[in-house]
């Protein structure tokens, strides 16, 4: 019930209504874009911007730069494991 | 699909998994982890996270299941408001099985109920709109991921003066439900995934009562196998180290204060209930949403006339010690026989984010034999 699907906002359809077209994986979808519009990000600032999906509505942003460091952490634990480098003692102890 | 593909790449779950292992055996106990809402025990299953988790570390499916906590009296208000004269009723697919006392809205629907499953409230208030001489109701049901949509569309409606159109709110609150899980003395709990959407309208911040009054580490998590497995991993290591603290692996969708417009939206348009029955989980303060005095031309529950009753649970079913975390699904004498996904009994058996369900779809019958046997094992020792 909760599930969301990242989509790429392509398309201001009204600015007043505040919809938008948004491109979640190659299906156009008119989303409502009330949820991540405030006096720092107009309406027609969306533009571009990546967002999660959920029941029409936009509710949130991705942080590009979050999603990057994320997988950036899992590679290089993926090359420490490869590398049996990976030790699981906490430095604490 | 960007940010879903690079979430699930082999390579880096095998990593995962690897490293889980390695951490596992520093445990000086068997672990119980809950994922509390019911998109992750959907994907837990759809990716059979479970089999691969060390013996030591045990899944408990949690309560956030919006269409399994629903409880009958509420189910059989819905049908009612649906089966009336010149009732348009709109709802979410996922609630059609979900039984109430004596039949679900897929049978009122069968009796001759005009009953419409729609994607979003938007499209509901669109079938008020195409239709002026019906009244239009929507099944207003979820979490605060929900919530924030369904205020948009009162508002919108209320902006249009639109007035054949009100909504059924069955919203639910998951902060007072983990409160009630935490104090219950049957539970015991190593640590909790949180959810992750639920998280990106609050924000982590929340959640900090679970670390600092109860104990107990907690990590937001994504839904992808690698959000699960990573969020297990950083758990892992919470409970390894002895702390507990809220942590986030969600940060791409996540922040510590939410969703400000989604949080201002939502109390413009609800407030809480004093209290609301949750299926098998009873009665817990200050967990549901209603629609605002402001709002009351949009409420279905003034509109019209509802029987509002109170009805127990199924003699059979163990849903509630399910919820709970308690029990397991294959301990239920009816699971599997009578309880099916077709002829479901329980809630829990309606939604494949339902514990029930999950097992009975996706649960491998080596890994139930397994625990099984485990169990008996147990019981003669
Ligand atoms: S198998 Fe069916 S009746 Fe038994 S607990 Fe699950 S949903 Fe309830």
């Given at each position: 019930m909760c599930l969301g699907i990242p989509g790429k906002i392509?398309?201001?359809?009204?600015v007043k209504q505040k919809l938008a077209v948004v491109n979640v994986g190659g299906v156009k979808r008119q989303v409502n874009i009330a949820c991540i519009v405030d006096e720092q990000h107009s309406v027609e600032s969306c533009v571009g911007d990546w967002v999660l999906v959920h029941v029409g509505f936009a509710m949130n942003r991705i942080n590009e730069k979050e999603a990057m460091e994320t997988l950036q952490l899992l590679e290089e634990l993926a090359e420490a494991v490869a590398m049996d480098s990976y030790i699981a003692i906490p430095n604490d102890s | 699909m960007k940010y879903v593909d690079e979430f699930r790449e082999p390579k880096k779950a095998d990593a995962l998994f690897r490293a889980i292992e390695k951490l596992s055996q520093r445990l000086k106990k068997p672990i119980k982890i809950m994922e509390v809402c019911g998109g992750h025990t959907h994907s837990i299953f759809k990716y059979g996270i479970e089999e691969i988790l060390p013996e030591a570390i045990e899944l408990i499916h949690g309560p956030g299941c919006p269409v399994c906590v629903m409880p009958r009296g509420r189910l059989d208000d819905a049908i009612s408001i649906s089966l009336k004269q010149n009732v348009i009723f709109t709802t979410f697919?996922?609630?059609?099985?979900?039984?109430?006392s004596k039949t679900n809205l897929l049978q009122a629907k069968a009796q001759g109920a005009d009953i419409r499953m729609v994607y979003s409230p938007l499209d509901s208030l669109q079938i008020a709109k195409d239709n002026p001489d019906k009244e239009v109701v929507f099944f207003a049901l979820g979490f605060e991921t929900t919530a924030p949509s369904t205020a948009l569309t009162i508002l919108q409606a209320a902006s249009e003066k639109i007035q054949n159109f009100s909504m059924f709110s069955n919203h639910v609150l998951v902060i007072p439900a983990l409160k009630a899980l935490l104090d219950n003395p049957d539970l015991q709990l190593d640590g909790f995934i949180g959810p992750g959407h639920v998280s990106m309208v609050i924000?982590?911040?929340?959640?900090?009562f679970i670390s600092q009054q109860y104990q107990k580490p907690i990590v937001v998590s994504g839904f992808e196998p690698l959000d699960i497995i990573q969020s297990i991993w950083m758990l892992l290591q919470q409970i390894v180290e002895n702390r507990c603290e809220v942590e986030n692996q969600y940060n791409r969708l996540v922040?510590?204060?939410?969703n400000q417009v989604a949080i201002a939206t939502m109390n413009k348009v609800f407030e809480n209930r004093e209290s609301f029955e949750w299926r098998g989980l009873g009665e817990i303060p200050k967990s549901g949403l209603k629609i605002r005095a402001q709002y009351a031309q949009f409420d279905a529950e003034l509109k019209f006339t509802l029987p509002n009753l109170q009805v127990a649970d199924?003699?059979?079913?163990l849903c509630g010690e399910i919820l709970k975390g308690v029990l397991k699904p294959w301990q239920c004498k009816v699971f599997g026989t009578a309880c099916t996904p077709e002829t479901p009994i329980g809630t829990c058996m309606v939604s494949s984010e339902g514990a029930c369900a999950a097992y009975y779809k996706y649960g491998s019958f080596f890994h139930m034999t397994k625990k099984m046997m485990l169990d008996k094992e147990k019981l003669r020792a």
């Amino acid at each position: 019930m909760c599930l969301g699907i990242p989509g790429k906002i392509i398309e201001i359809t009204d600015v007043k209504q505040k919809l938008a077209v948004v491109n979640v994986g190659g299906v156009k979808r008119q989303v409502n874009i009330a949820c991540i519009v405030d006096e720092q990000h107009s309406v027609e600032s969306c533009v571009g911007d990546w967002v999660l999906v959920h029941v029409g509505f936009a509710m949130n942003r991705i942080n590009e730069k979050e999603a990057m460091e994320t997988l950036q952490l899992l590679e290089e634990l993926a090359e420490a494991v490869a590398m049996d480098s990976y030790i699981a003692i906490p430095n604490d102890s | 699909m960007k940010y879903v593909d690079e979430f699930r790449e082999p390579k880096k779950a095998d990593a995962l998994f690897r490293a889980i292992e390695k951490l596992s055996q520093r445990l000086k106990k068997p672990i119980k982890i809950m994922e509390v809402c019911g998109g992750h025990t959907h994907s837990i299953f759809k990716y059979g996270i479970e089999e691969i988790l060390p013996e030591a570390i045990e899944l408990i499916h949690g309560p956030g299941c919006p269409v399994c906590v629903m409880p009958r009296g509420r189910l059989d208000d819905a049908i009612s408001i649906s089966l009336k004269q010149n009732v348009i009723f709109t709802t979410f697919g996922d609630a059609m099985r979900v039984p109430g006392s004596k039949t679900n809205l897929l049978q009122a629907k069968a009796q001759g109920a005009d009953i419409r499953m729609v994607y979003s409230p938007l499209d509901s208030l669109q079938i008020a709109k195409d239709n002026p001489d019906k009244e239009v109701v929507f099944f207003a049901l979820g979490f605060e991921t929900t919530a924030p949509s369904t205020a948009l569309t009162i508002l919108q409606a209320a902006s249009e003066k639109i007035q054949n159109f009100s909504m059924f709110s069955n919203h639910v609150l998951v902060i007072p439900a983990l409160k009630a899980l935490l104090d219950n003395p049957d539970l015991q709990l190593d640590g909790f995934i949180g959810p992750g959407h639920v998280s990106m309208v609050i924000g982590s911040d929340p959640y900090q009562f679970i670390s600092q009054q109860y104990q107990k580490p907690i990590v937001v998590s994504g839904f992808e196998p690698l959000d699960i497995i990573q969020s297990i991993w950083m758990l892992l290591q919470q409970i390894v180290e002895n702390r507990c603290e809220v942590e986030n692996q969600y940060n791409r969708l996540v922040e510590k204060t939410g969703n400000q417009v989604a949080i201002a939206t939502m109390n413009k348009v609800f407030e809480n209930r004093e209290s609301f029955e949750w299926r098998g989980l009873g009665e817990i303060p200050k967990s549901g949403l209603k629609i605002r005095a402001q709002y009351a031309q949009f409420d279905a529950e003034l509109k019209f006339t509802l029987p509002n009753l109170q009805v127990a649970d199924h003699k059979a079913c163990l849903c509630g010690e399910i919820l709970k975390g308690v029990l397991k699904p294959w301990q239920c004498k009816v699971f599997g026989t009578a309880c099916t996904p077709e002829t479901p009994i329980g809630t829990c058996m309606v939604s494949s984010e339902g514990a029930c369900a999950a097992y009975y779809k996706y649960g491998s019958f080596f890994h139930m034999t397994k625990k099984m046997m485990l169990d008996k094992e147990k019981l003669r020792a």
